[in-house]
T-cell receptor
Framework: GESVGLHLPTLSVQEGDNSIINCAYS??????FIWYKQESGKGPQFIID?????DKRQGQRVTVLLNKTVKHLSLQIAATQPGDSAVYFC????????????FGSGTRLLVRP | NAGVTQTPKFQVLKTGQSMTLQCAQD?????MSWYRQDPGMGLRLIHY???????DQGEVPNGYNVSRSTTEDFPLRLLSAAPSQTSVYFC??????????FGPGTRLLVL
């Protein structure tokens, strides 16, 4: 189930199922978006990115979808594995030269064996 | 390449003490940044630098200073630590802001 406030939203999936993690971004002028995976006690790890001139990009077992109309980003993980259990963050970057990344609040993915 | 390295891994400070969190990267990246991450939350940008000699403020700069005298190093200084600065601090670097690579983090507790 989901919780709000100080607790991260949690997505629980069965091993082997597909996972979809959603993110609403804040700035309509953002032109670059990244998904990061963060395992407990570690720094964020790059998963996949997408530019605003695209609406879909695929990697190995992961797909990112971008809907600029509603400022929505999603990460799809195919055949979810126990090693996918982590917190996932989306981040957005604007078009200026500051290269500032603004992170979302994150979603915890739990994979049930 | 070692990537992005941070020292120390853990630190306990008393209120009012000062310290410097070290960050180094060996990828010749122009862009470096510091974030803090509080429990159950995302990362918030403290300061960033687009090149040696250039620094600027992020979302939460108060209480922190930075300098960038070399491309490789980007230290973060706490001049007078406060309990509100208890957090996990991450340094990141990238080539022109794309695909930022993060260090392992420094866990700071201010009593």
């Amino acid at each position: 189930g989901e919780s709000v406030g100080l607790h991260l939203p949690t997505l629980s999936v069965q091993e082997g199922d597909n996972s979809i993690i959603n993110c609403a971004y804040s700035n309509s002028a953002s032109d670059y978006f990244i998904w990061y995976k963060q395992e407990s006690g570690k720094g964020p790890q790059f998963i996949i990115d997408i530019r605003s001139n695209m609406d879909k990009r695929q990697g190995q077992r992961v797909t990112v979808l971008l809907n600029k109309t509603v400022k929505h980003l999603s990460l799809q993980i195919a055949a979810t594995q126990p090693g996918d259990s982590a917190v996932y963050f989306c981040a957005e970057m604007g078009m200026d030269s500051s290269y500032k990344l603004i992170f979302g609040s994150g979603t915890r993915l739990l994979v049930r064996p | 390449n070692a990537g992005v390295t941070q020292t120390p891994k853990f630190q306990v400070l008393k209120t009012g003490q000062s310290m410097t969190l070290q960050c180094a990267q060996d990828m010749n990246h122009e862009y470096m940044s510091w974030y803090r991450q509080d429990p159950g939350m995302g990362l918030r940008l403290i300061h960033y630098s687009v090149g040696a000699g250039i620094t600027d403020q992020g979302e939460v700069p108060n209480g922190y200073n930075v300098s960038r005298s070399t491309t490789e190093d980007f230290p973060l200084r706490l001049l007078s630590a406060a309990p509100s600065q208890t957090s996990v601090y991450f340094c990141a670097s990238s080539y022109r802001g794309k695909t930022q690579y993060f260090g392992p983090g420094t866990r700071l507790l201010v009593l």
